[in-house]
Nanobody
Framework: QLQVVESGGDLVQPGGSLRLSCTAS????????IGWFRQAPGKEREGVSC????????TYVNSVQGRFTISRGSAENTVYLQMNNLKPEDTAVYYC??????????????????WGQGTQVTVAS
Protein backbone atom coordinates (compact mmCIF):
# COMPACT_ATOMS: atom_id res chain seq x y z
CA GLN A 1 0.00 0.00 0.00
CA LEU A 2 1.35 3.40 -0.98
CA GLN A 3 2.61 5.58 1.86
CA VAL A 4 3.88 9.15 1.59
CA VAL A 5 6.18 11.27 3.72
CA GLU A 6 6.65 15.03 3.53
CA SER A 7 9.86 16.93 4.23
CA GLY A 8 11.35 20.37 3.76
CA GLY A 9 9.25 22.51 6.07
CA ASP A 10 11.05 25.31 7.87
CA LEU A 11 10.90 28.85 9.20
CA VAL A 12 11.41 31.38 6.42
CA GLN A 13 11.12 35.15 6.12
CA PRO A 14 8.42 36.77 4.00
CA GLY A 15 9.50 36.82 0.38
CA GLY A 16 11.62 33.74 0.86
CA SER A 17 11.45 30.33 -0.77
CA LEU A 18 11.15 26.71 0.31
CA ARG A 19 10.95 23.41 -1.51
CA LEU A 20 8.83 20.66 -0.01
CA SER A 21 9.30 17.03 -0.97
CA CYS A 22 6.81 14.21 -0.96
CA THR A 23 8.33 10.75 -1.10
CA ALA A 24 6.41 7.54 -1.71
CA SER A 25 7.16 4.11 -0.31
CA UNK A 26 5.42 0.79 -0.86
CA UNK A 27 4.99 1.77 -4.50
CA UNK A 28 5.58 4.61 -6.93
CA UNK A 29 3.63 7.64 -8.06
CA UNK A 30 3.10 6.20 -11.51
CA UNK A 31 -0.64 6.07 -12.30
CA UNK A 32 -1.36 8.35 -9.34
CA UNK A 33 -2.41 11.90 -8.76
CA ILE A 34 -0.49 13.66 -6.00
CA GLY A 35 -1.70 16.68 -4.11
CA TRP A 36 -0.44 19.21 -1.59
CA PHE A 37 -2.79 20.48 1.08
CA ARG A 38 -2.30 22.81 4.02
CA GLN A 39 -3.98 23.57 7.29
CA ALA A 40 -3.37 26.70 9.31
CA PRO A 41 -4.26 26.93 13.02
CA GLY A 42 -7.98 27.39 13.48
CA LYS A 43 -8.71 26.94 9.78
CA GLU A 44 -9.97 24.14 7.62
CA ARG A 45 -7.61 22.16 5.44
CA GLU A 46 -7.36 23.54 1.92
CA GLY A 47 -6.01 22.16 -1.29
CA VAL A 48 -2.94 23.92 -2.68
CA SER A 49 -1.90 22.07 -5.80
CA CYS A 50 -2.02 18.69 -7.47
CA UNK A 51 -0.31 16.88 -10.32
CA UNK A 52 -1.21 13.86 -12.39
CA UNK A 53 1.91 11.79 -12.81
CA UNK A 54 1.06 10.24 -16.18
CA UNK A 55 0.26 13.50 -17.96
CA UNK A 56 2.14 16.05 -15.80
CA UNK A 57 -1.09 18.05 -15.66
CA UNK A 58 -1.14 20.50 -12.75
CA THR A 59 -3.76 22.41 -10.78
CA TYR A 60 -3.30 25.31 -8.37
CA VAL A 61 -5.51 27.17 -5.95
CA ASN A 62 -5.77 30.86 -6.88
CA SER A 63 -3.91 32.10 -3.81
CA VAL A 64 -0.68 30.33 -4.81
CA GLN A 65 -0.91 30.59 -8.60
CA GLY A 66 2.31 32.07 -9.94
CA ARG A 67 4.20 31.58 -6.67
CA PHE A 68 4.11 27.80 -6.13
CA THR A 69 5.15 25.11 -8.59
CA ILE A 70 4.41 21.41 -8.25
CA SER A 71 6.63 19.04 -10.18
CA ARG A 72 7.62 15.41 -10.59
CA GLY A 73 11.01 14.22 -9.46
CA SER A 74 13.35 12.28 -11.70
CA ALA A 75 12.43 9.11 -9.84
CA GLU A 76 8.84 7.91 -9.80
CA ASN A 77 8.58 8.25 -6.03
CA THR A 78 9.10 11.98 -5.47
CA VAL A 79 7.01 15.09 -6.02
CA TYR A 80 8.11 18.60 -5.12
CA LEU A 81 6.34 21.81 -4.20
CA GLN A 82 8.53 24.83 -4.89
CA MET A 83 7.20 27.79 -2.95
CA ASN A 84 8.46 31.27 -3.83
CA ASN A 85 7.59 34.74 -2.55
CA LEU A 86 6.18 33.23 0.63
CA LYS A 87 3.74 35.26 2.67
CA PRO A 88 2.78 35.02 6.35
CA GLU A 89 -0.60 33.67 5.29
CA ASP A 90 1.18 30.65 3.79
CA THR A 91 2.04 29.53 7.32
CA ALA A 92 0.51 26.10 7.85
CA VAL A 93 1.16 22.41 8.15
CA TYR A 94 1.57 21.12 4.61
CA TYR A 95 0.38 17.63 3.75
CA CYS A 96 1.04 15.44 0.76
CA UNK A 97 -1.57 12.97 -0.42
CA UNK A 98 -1.99 10.60 -3.35
CA UNK A 99 -4.52 8.33 -4.95
CA UNK A 100 -4.55 5.97 -7.89
CA UNK A 101 -6.05 7.80 -10.85
CA UNK A 102 -6.78 7.07 -14.49
CA UNK A 103 -7.77 10.65 -15.22
CA UNK A 104 -5.58 12.95 -17.28
CA UNK A 105 -6.02 15.79 -14.81
CA UNK A 106 -6.54 16.25 -11.07
CA UNK A 107 -8.77 18.34 -8.84
CA UNK A 108 -8.28 19.29 -5.24
CA UNK A 109 -11.53 17.56 -4.25
CA UNK A 110 -10.45 14.23 -5.75
CA UNK A 111 -10.52 11.22 -3.37
CA UNK A 112 -6.96 11.35 -2.07
CA UNK A 113 -6.42 8.29 0.11
CA UNK A 114 -2.74 8.09 1.14
CA TRP A 115 -1.84 10.97 3.45
CA GLY A 116 1.40 11.96 5.08
CA GLN A 117 1.92 13.32 8.59
CA GLY A 118 2.64 16.85 7.46
CA THR A 119 5.54 19.30 7.58
CA GLN A 120 5.41 22.73 9.22
CA VAL A 121 5.98 25.85 7.14
CA THR A 122 6.24 29.10 9.06
CA VAL A 123 6.63 32.43 7.30
CA ALA A 124 7.63 35.17 9.71
CA SER A 125 10.22 37.92 10.06
Amino acid sequence: QLQVVESGGDLVQPGGSLRLSCTASGGTFALHAIGWFRQAPGKEREGVSCITWSTDSTTYVNSVQGRFTISRGSAENTVYLQMNNLKPEDTAVYYCAAFRSTSSYCKMNDPFTAWGQGTQVTVAS
